[in-house]
């Protein structure tokens, strides 16, 4: 084996993840058949019986008997789910209650007849949707499923039976099932069970017996059957033998499907999808956007190809191109594929010999080491196979013929002064530039009729369209020649430059987008940014539900939102949240309701829902649906980056508060256990200092007073009883209450400082914090100096000292809580001065610090004076 077989890494951790996902996802059994009739209901309920003996709790979520005595007597003592009333066109109709069972989340549920199609209005579509959420939230599911309801063996089933199937259920699902029990019978003994009325009763026994139930569709149907199943064995013993022999690697062929609008594309992608699982070899569904613009049934149409690529697992890729055949081969080239998988053209044989015109042929030239497969569907055509039918431009035509009329006129009067040559260059004029507005064939008539006119009546003889002299006859084909390479690529220039608009457009909404939150400074401006490029880009109004701070889903729109989501959008935006797929119009969950609802997925998280309003019976492009998703991720990506940056703050609170915590156990510690020690040393030797045990009495009520005041600030509890008070009384107060000497403090009073209206205890306590910081911290011979001065609408308290001053950088650190200037003295809590300037700023003043020029530190604690004084009397 060479080592390029080998799986990547890559590929090795994905098929890790897979597995990982199913073990935690619930276990599905489907009972196979080749058709209604052959037991399929009744080996199901057989099958439950021996679970219900082992104590597994099962509830019979719908269980169809079709009036059977046999199937019913097999559901008595079974727990049966009541049928959800559903009322459509007037009509009370029963359907599977999704809801109940999952909040009843029995161990087994029975989901009879998995192709069935939905009332309308339900959640999904379609009932193996219903499974699918099943199985997601865990719980079993046992289930009935016929072949001709196989997505990929429809087209097989109709050439069978001439009878098309519409209601149809992926073959990703037999893939994802974990059992598929094969209830088998031979044709005649369902013809005699068929007969009996086991099956159908009266006139509509005896129509099957006449028409589906033929005996050579029954073969056919259940060598089908048998084939499914024996397939469906075969890859899980492939499976199972990679797992445990390590060089038995799979295929390394990759597949590519061209799909395009045309309604046979469904037929090429079945057929793909059956040729990629016989091979188990990955593929891909491509489909090219040209330059020729799309009705809005034919885009209804490709979307709905891409759509059921996408059902059916393969890998759906947009890409765009003037030359359908060239964009394809781009495509295989880019992603390693091995096999192209194309529709047969058929008709006009001399397409082959115009490669330029045929996809199919250029890329039979080109394709080099890819293989090219063509397919012939039924009912195919040409267009068909080489891209659809496309609405005649008749509004164009019309102009060419008043074009070339008007043209014609000017030159017949000009004729006599210009001469017939150069009326040929007025006309290849007139095609070149009207190619660079026309489509293809207009532009191809223009110039044929360009060049009959001017033989007809310009070229000697006049009015026939024979040409006598040998020159003129070389210039008319050179004419016609030279008007239709000209117009030809004059329109390819028109064409690629509406391609490249369109893509440029694209690339310029997503890369406005970008630039505009990567400026946003927030959640709410980024949400902002969203909205605004929404309605300028799609012109939709949109709404965003994000999680909260726990992870749970908002019902509640962003503020920034542009619609306000009806309450039934919400419900189907908490579905999107929970389930992390899209839903609402344009999708296969609720495709009824009124707005496009996209998860906001990060790797494996869910940001929030985009919810976008579509109006009336607008339909979103592929490639709009693609921009969309990229729109929700880049909000989505944002979102977790908000997110994520909470988390890191609401971090490093928690870091700084185990920080402070132990600071402050540190702090409390020290200063609480060096009085005490002090007091009961005094108290243990019997004898009493009575300065050293005021000393250490008075520094545990200081710290204690320390403590209580940074509590009661941080609460906000502190209550200010405000009156009138002189600066300079201030001041003495708390020289005095700092317990300094009239010497160790000068003060300087200048000018007249007005008095200030204050809480006269708190600033006392803040400048006497002021002043024992400048004792204890800038002790020097000189003493400390308190300057008090009027400043603009306040009072300014300056306190000075002449020791060695601040560190450089650390000014406004000093006044963080527990912070204590490396080198102080020891003792205190390194609380006082972030207490001073909380103080302050409570009476709506400041408190800042600096180094005095001459050495030594200096605070200025400003106040303001606090309205107008009025004196009583």
Not at 212 to 222: Q, Y
């Amino acid at each position: 084996m060479n080592e390029s077989e080998r799986p990547s890494p890559d590929a090795l951790l994905a098929s890790i993840q897979a597995e990982q996902a199913k073990a935690s996802r619930g276990h599905l059994k489907i009972f196979f058949g080749m058709c209604p009739g052959v037991g399929k209901t009744y080996a199901m309920l057989s099958a439950v019986r021996q679970k219900l003996a082992d104590g597994c709790e099962v509830v019979a979520g719908i269980v169809e008997t079709h009036g059977r005595p046999e199937t019913q007597a097999l559901l008595e003592n079974l727990p049966v789910l009541p049928r959800m009333q559903v009322e459509y066109r007037g009509t009370l109709l029963e359907e599977f209650d999704l809801d109940a069972i999952l909040v009843w989340h029995p161990n087994l549920v029975l989901v009879d007849e998995l192709a069935h199609t939905n009332i309308p209005g339900s959640r999904h579509p379609k009932r193996y949707q219903d499974v699918l959420e099943l199985l997601d939230a865990g719980i079993d599911v046992f289930t009935t499923l016929n072949v001709q309801h196989i997505e990929s063996r429809t087209d097989a089933v109709r050439q069978i039976t001439g009878i098309t199937v519409r209601e149809t259920v992926p073959d990703s699902l037999l893939d994802l099932a974990d059992e598929i029990e094969l209830i088998d019978l031979t044709p005649e003994q369902l013809r005699q069970r068929l007969g009996e009325g086991k099956v159908y009763l009266g006139d509509r026994a005896a129509a099957a017996s006449e028409n589906f139930f033929r005996e050579g569709n029954l073969m056919a149907l259940r060598e089908m059957a048998l084939r499914l199943t024996a397939e469906h064995v075969d890859r899980r013993l492939r499976t199972l033998r990679c797992a445990t022999v390590p060089d038995a690697w799979r295929s390394g062929d990759r597949l590519l499907v061209a799909v395009s609008s045309n309604p046979y594309s469904t037929e090429l992608i079945r057929w793909t999808r059956r040729y990629a699982a016989g091979l188990e070899a990955p593929w891909m569904a491509v489909s090219v956007e040209t330059s020729t613009p799309l009705s809005t049934e034919s885009e209804k149409r490709r979307a709905s190809n891409l759509a059921l690529a996408r059902q059916l697992g393969a890998e759906v890729v947009l890409t765009s191109g003037i030359h359908v055949g060239q964009a394809l081969l781009k495509v295989a080239q880019q992603h390693g594929v091995t096999q192209m998988i194309l529709g047969k053209p058929v008709g006009t044989p001399w397409r082959w010999f115009v490669p330029s015109r045929s996809p199919v042929v250029w890329l039979i030239e080109h394709s080099g080491n890819i293989d090219i497969q063509l397919l012939r569907t039924q009912g195919e055509s040409r267009e068909a196979q080489e891209g659809e039918s496309l609405p005649q431009p008749w509004p164009q035509y019309g102009f060419v013929l008043a074009l070339v009329a008007g043209v014609t006129a000017i030159s017949v009067i000009a004729q006599g002064w210009i001469g017939y040559w150069s009326v040929a260059l007025i006309y290849l004029l007139t095609v070149m530039l009207a190619g660079t507005y026309l489509q293809r064939r207009p532009t191809f008539v223009l110039a044929a009729l360009s060049a009959l006119l001017w033989n007809y009546l310009f070229i000697p003889p006049l009015y026939t369209i024979r040409i006598s002299a040998p020159q003129d006859v070389m210039m008319f084909f050179m004419f016609f020649a030279v008007a239709v390479i000209v117009g030809h690529l004059t329109t390819r220039l028109h064409e690629r430059e509406r391609l490249g608009r369109r893509r440029e457009e694209r690339a310029t909404a997503l890369y406005q987008l970008t630039r505009a939150l990567a400026a946003a400074d927030s959640l709410e401006e980024a949400v902002r940014v969203i909205m605004s490029q929404l309605g300028k880009t799609f012109k939709l109004k949109a709404a965003a539900l994000l999680r909260d701070e726990s992870g749970a889903f908002m019902a509640e729109s962003h503020p920034a939102s542009t619609w306000s989501l009806p309450a039934k959008e919400e419900g189907v935006a908490a579905w999107v949240f929970q389930n992390r797929q899209a839903a609402g119009r344009t999708t296969d969950t609720l495709p009824d309701g009124a707005a496009l609802h996209l998860p906001l997925l990060v790797a494996d998280r869910v940001e929030g829902v985009l919810s976008l309003e579509l109006v009336g019976e607008s339909i979103l492009a592929p490639e709009q649906r693609e921009l969309l998703e990229a729109f929700a991720a880049q909000l989505a990506v944002v979102a977790e980056k908000e997110r994520l940056a909470a988390a890191q703050r609401h971090a490093l609170v928690v870091a700084a508060s185990e920080r402070l915590q132990k600071t402050l156990f540190d702090s409390v510690s020290h200063e609480l256990k060096t009085p005490i020690a002090t007091i009961s040393a005094a108290l243990d030797q019997g004898e009493v200092d009575l300065g050293e045990l005021r000393r250490a009495n008075e520094r545990l009520r200081r710290t204690v007073e320390n403590l209580l005041d940074a509590t009661r600030l941080e609460s906000g509890m502190v209550k200010l009883s405000q009156e009138w008070c002189e600066p300079a009384e201030l001041a003495m107060e708390a020289i005095e209450c700092a317990g300094l000497g009239s010497g160790e403090v000068n003060v300087e009073v200048i000018g007249e400082p007005p008095p200030i209206r204050v809480d006269a205890s708190l600033i006392q306590q803040a400048l006497a914090t002021l002043l024992l910081n400048s004792s204890t911290h800038g002790a020097s011979a000189r003493p400390i100096s308190l300057v008090i001065r009027r400043v603009d609408r306040g009072v300014q308290f300056e306190v000075a000292d002449h020791g060695r001053g601040l560190p450089e950088g650390l000014e406004e650190k000093v006044f963080e809580k527990f912070y204590r200037v490396p080198g102080s003295p020891a003792g205190g809590l390194g609380l006082g001065l972030s207490i001073a300037r909380r103080l302050a700023e409570a009476h709506g003043g400041s408190l800042v610090a600096k180094n005095r020029p001459g050495g030594g530190a200096s605070f200025l604690l400003c106040i303001p004076i606090g309205g107008e004084l009025r004196l009583p009397g």
